[in-house]
Structures are given as C-alpha cells and as structure tokens.
C-alpha cells in the first residue's frame, strides 16, 4: 500500500510525522509511505536516519496550509502547501492513502474538492474510532464533527459507510450501528433523529435503535451514527471529563498525605494503563468516509506514535478495499429503495 | 419557606424522599415540607421517626405517575396523583416550591400547564447545577434535556435564566454565560448556534462566547447554554466516561496483583471522595428555569441525601426570589430590544 504523509503544518511538524513514518515503514514491510513537504527540511532531518529507502520517498511542496487558514481559501489558493499537493498526487496518481495532521477543515474541503467524493454521497464525515474500554475492539464515530447540519439521508449514508468501515477494516461480522439519541426509546429524539430513525430502520444493516451517549465507550455498538454537531459535544465532553478526573485524583493525592502518596506509586502502573487507553495517541486518526480515496486525518498534536498509528490504520483500510466496500453498500442501499 | 415534596414516582419512594424531608428540616429551621401521596403510607413511615412536626405535613394523593405512563396523558389524566395533585396546590396556593424524583416529562409539562410559564418564555428547560471539580462553585446547564428542538429565541431566554439564577441563587456577581458550541471561534457552530450567538451578543448578559463540552466541568462559564438535545448528549457522554474510567480502572487494580491491590487500599479515601464529588447526589437535581414557581426534578434513583439536598436547593431558590428576578431579567431584555 502507498500512503502519502503530509509532513508539514501540525503542531509536532515536521520532525514527528517524519518518524512516526520510518516507525510505520519498520513495523509494517507492505507499506510505502511518500513524505509530502519541503524537500530540503525532509531530506536533512532524515540525515543519519536507518530506514528501508526502497519504501520511503519524498514529495516536494514548498508551501504550508496553516491551523489560521481559512479552509476553503488555503485548498484554492495555497496551490504549492503540502496538503494539497498531497491530495492532488492522491487523486490523480497510484496511492491508496493520504494522511495529515494539519488544518482540519482544509482537509475535509480538500478530500471533498480534490478527491472528490464518492458517486451519490452528499458530505464526507470524519470518524475516528473510539477505544471501547471494557472490550477494546472500537467503535466508529461517524460524524465526529465535519458537519454541524444534517440531513436525514446524510445521517443514513453515515451508518452505511460506518458499518461498511467496521466490517472491512475491522473484520466485524455484521457490525452494531446505533444512533445517538438523548434516549432509547425509538419516539425520543429530536426532528433530526426521529426520521433519520426511520429511514435507519428501511436499510440491510444491522441497526440496532438509539444509543445514549453514556454507552459510547462500552462497545455495545460498533457503529454510532451523530451529525457532527452532537458527535463533537459527545467526543470532547468525554474527553473533558476524564482530564478533570485525573486532575482531581491529583489535588487529593497531594491533599491526603503520605499514605496517599504511598498508594499513588504502588498504584501507578495501573493508573498509567489507564492514561494511556484513554490517549488519543492510541486512536490513530479518523478517516474522512465518503471520500473517493482514503483520506485520515492525525489528530493536531500527534506524536511519531500518533502518526504510525495513522499511517497503518490508512494502509490497514487501503489493504481491506473499504472505498469499495462503501460504494457497493450505498449502492445496493440505492437499489433497495427505487 | 414551604416546600412541597412528591414522595411518589420515583425508584426509592416513598422512604428516601421521606428521609430526605426529615434530613432536610432537620438541617434548615426556616424551612416547611409538605409530604405529598397517599396519607396512610406516609403517615405509616413516620411513626418512631423524630422530627418538628410543626414543620412537617401530609399532603393526600391516592394515584401515582410512574415512569411508564405518557407524559401529557399522565398530567390530563391522573388527577389525584401525587405529582398533579402537588403541582396544583403549589400553583394555587402560599408554597414555593416543589420536588419530585418522578417522571421527568410529566414534570416539565406540569410545570408548564399546570404552575404555567412565565410569561413570553416559551419553554421551560430542565437546568442542573453540574460540579466544577477545580473550583466547586458550579455551572448551571440550560437545557439538560427538556427541549431538543429550539430556537435561537428559546436559547437567549436560557441565557437570561442560567444569568438570573446563578446571580441570586449562587451569588455570582457578574455571571459568566457561554454557549455550548463544537469550537470556540465565533464563526463556529450549526445553523441554530449562529443565530444564538449573534442574539446572546445584544443581551446585557456577561456573555463571553462559544464554549467546548471539554471545558463543561472546568468552572470557566457559570452558565451553559445549549439545546436540551445537546445538553444531554454532553452531559451523558461525561457520565459514561466516568463510569468507564473506574470501571477500568478496577479491572487495572485486580490484574495488577498484590502491589496494585494494596496501592488501591492507601488511595482509596482519595478515590471515594473523587467518586463522591462525581456523585449525581451532590447535585440535588436539576430545576425548571421557566415556570412560575420552583420545580426541582431530583434524579429518579435518589438516595435521602439526594432528596435533602434538592429540597435545601429549592428552599434556598425561594429564599433568593429567584422567580421575580427571572421575571426582571427577562423584561428589561425586552424592553432593551424595543
């Protein structure tokens, strides 16, 4: 598989992309990772590198789509930034994946705009997948956040290609899909909902009913299908309350003394488990579905960790056909409903 | 300040919430409680208890709404239910508030047709006093759930609200109010938070802009505005993710042996009390910001000292005349928009 890596315009850029690739190109031999940036700064920093050169190349592109660009504007105007030059040669040429931890709106105007979308898909949503804590198999958050209006088709169309992802890529049977809702019962929910329940209800998948938000970590789904608008309040209200309790496990730890103290380091291999399940290092990204070819977006402060775990998880998808895999199931949905 | 207490309806009744009143006269002389349903059981429950009886009574009411029955139905139809019958004498009589841990949409359309709203406010929303772990001084949610569709009007009047209440209630000087949004940046949002950013700017409200669900529990806001749909995927997904983190983090402890097990026992008041502050018991429920008078829905599972707490809360509501400064709030903003 050849992944393109947009090397330029996260936080940690380039120098943890860069490793996070010859990590990736190390553990999985499959792999070709392209380097996407400033020829010159990435041929220095892999100066004195040990690495496969056969698999490893470089794309040169002297300009950087910035966090403060305007999505839009960056995507037509920045001709020459890394990002697009990226995604042009992934549209136009042999490569089966991009990946980027840069300006999270340009990539979603640019998988839409420069690798356009797939026939009959109205938005292209970005779904990261979620650790399940109890059972760590994952579930996909589709749409995490790339579309605060939706439609109810749109809603559809997510859960289609949602359980079409967790069953190419994650070897799931006959993936769980539920719709986030503020209750179970199939009457609750908003405008919104309340139809895209329906129109759930008329697909081949395995729709299972609503799903509250306090289940999203449990795998009792492997699909939750959410406009962009609540999966985004899900994800960082999640995110927010496990900082804020590993915030004030610290204030107590300091307030109870010695013996708390002495607990902390008895206890701290199991906390740092924890810590470490609950990193968005451990997630790898989340890909833009609807998309024509695989496009991942790494998360803005991504480690070398953080981008190998993006580039397998964009070669994994490649590997498993998923851009196929969507368009036969929203086609045969399509078939279905004449 | 006289209290009424519905002691049916919800899943440890009557004996919590009786125990709650007597916890809660013991605790706050000035206040007056009102034990509404059946007579024979409650009255049958009090023998052998020690209290004031000057402070305490029996309000009849043979029937009961329980968590089945249908919201508007249950109201219309079972008039001699402990909820109808409390609601009613709180609308027409000298009390100043009512809790109920019952049915929480039978409670909402009670408030509204029976106590009735304010008037111009178009619907009642379910506002709990969430924890602020760092500060612990609290951040009132408007809407946690009443109203999943709303308008940018509707969102204003929760501002104006959460503003009044924390302000007479909290004693906040200058409450800080936020909008709950998928990003800070003013341009951020659906279609709905747009609108209710620009009306939120033209309010004399300390408006301070969009505010992330990660920073829900950071005591940054005061308030937090969002619709009742958003509200409650929010505070559902910080629920779930703290249920999860000790429940992983148990899992953690039993495979870590001996060390991690006696680890657990030096830190485990640190961890009970970071257990205690996540408690839904210490919120005390959530009020009806909206109606004429106090409506306080305490949680369906409360415990005695959730009941307490809920009854301290809205005799400390009463005491702050929270209605006619809501009602003050709500016309100056109108009379502003002249």
């Not at 985004?232 to 010695?258: P, Q």
């Not at 991942?296 to 498993?320: D, T, W």
């Amino acid at each position: 598989m050849k992944i393109i890596l947009d090397c330029f315009g996260g936080d940690n850029c380039p120098g943890s992309a860069i490793d996070g690739a010859l990590l990736a190109i190390a553990e999985d031999k499959t792999l070709n990772v392209t380097l996407c940036g400033d020829e010159k700064t990435i041929a220095d920093y892999l100066i004195g590198k040990t690495y496969d050169n056969s698999r490893l190349s470089i794309l040169n592109a002297s300009d950087i789509i910035t966090n403060d660009d305007t999505p839009t504007l960056a995507i037509r105007r920045k001709k020459d930034a890394s990002m697009t030059v990226g995604l042009k040669t992934l549209a136009q040429e042999d490569y089966d994946g991009f990946v980027s931890s840069g300006n999270t709106g340009a990539l979603l105007v640019g998988a839409s705009l420069i690798v356009k979308r797939i026939d009959g898909v109205q938005r292209c949503s970005l779904s990261p997948v979620l650790p399940t804590m109890i059972d760590g198999k994952g579930t996909i958050l589709v749409d995490s956040g790339a579309n605060v209006d939706c439609s109810p088709e749109m809603l559809r169309d997510f859960a289609l290609m949602g359980s079409a992802y967790m069953k190419s890529v994650c070897g799931i049977e006959n993936p769980k899909v539920g719709l986030l809702n503020n209750g179970t019962e199939e009457e609750k929910g908003n405008s919104l909902t309340k139809l895209a329940y329906q129109m759930l209800k008329e697909t081949d998948i395995n729709f299972v009913g609503n799903i509250e938000s306090r289940e999203m970590f449990t795998g009792d789904v492997d699909v939750i299908v959410a406009d962009g608008f609540a999966g985004n309040i899900a994800l960082k209200s999640a995110e927010g309350m496990g900082k804020v309790i590993f915030k004030m496990l610290k204030k107590y730890i300091t307030e109870g003394g010695l013996r708390a103290k002495l607990g902390y380091l008895l206890l701290k291999p199991s906390l740092k488990k924890l810590k470490g399940i609950m990193s968005s290092d451990a997630v790898g990204g989340g890909v833009f579905l609807g998309a024509n070819k695989i496009v991942v977006k790494a998360h803005g402060a991504s480690n070398a960790v953080a981008f190998k775990n993006a580039i397998l998880r964009a070669g994994e998808m490649a590997q498993a056909g998923l851009i196929e895999k969507i368009k036969t199931a929203l086609a045969k949905n399509a078939e279905d409903n004449v």
